[in-house]
C-alpha cells in the first residue's frame, strides 16, 4: 500500500501461480489420468465362486505429465487505486 496525500490509496500486488515449477521444471507438473483405461482387467476367471483378474502387467504408469499452461509457473501483477 502507497497512501497518498489526499488519503487515497496505490495497493500493488503480485500473486506467483504454481511457485513449485518456478523452483524446479520437475516441480508442479500436473499428472492427468491416462484415457487408455489401463487399470481395466483383460480377464477374469472364476475358481470355486472366486473370480480371479488378469492386468497387463507390462503397463505400469496409469498417468501422464500434462505440459499445458497449468504445469508451467506464472506471475500475476495486479494495481489498484482507492480514493
Known amino acids: ?5 489526499n488519503k487515497n490509496v496505490i495497493q500493488l500486488s503480485v500473486d ?5 515449477n518456478l523452483i524446479s521444471p520437475n516441480w508442479g507438473v500436473r ?3 491416462s484415457s487408455t483405461r489401463l487399470a481395466q482387467p483383460l ?11 488378469s492386468f497387463d502387467a507390462s503397463q505400469k504408469q496409469t498417468y501422464f505429465n500434462d505440459f499445458t ?3 508451467r509457473w506464472q506471475i500475476q501483477v495486479g494495481l489498484r487505486y482507492r480514493f
Open 16 to 20: 506467483v501461480l504454481n511457485l513449485g
Open 1 to 5: 500500500d502507497y497512501n497518498l496525500p
Open 43 to 53: 480377464g477374469v476367471s472364476v475358481d470355486n465362486g472366486v473370480p480371479t483378474y
Open 31 to 33: 499428472q492427468l489420468a
Open 69 to 71: 499452461l497449468n504445469s
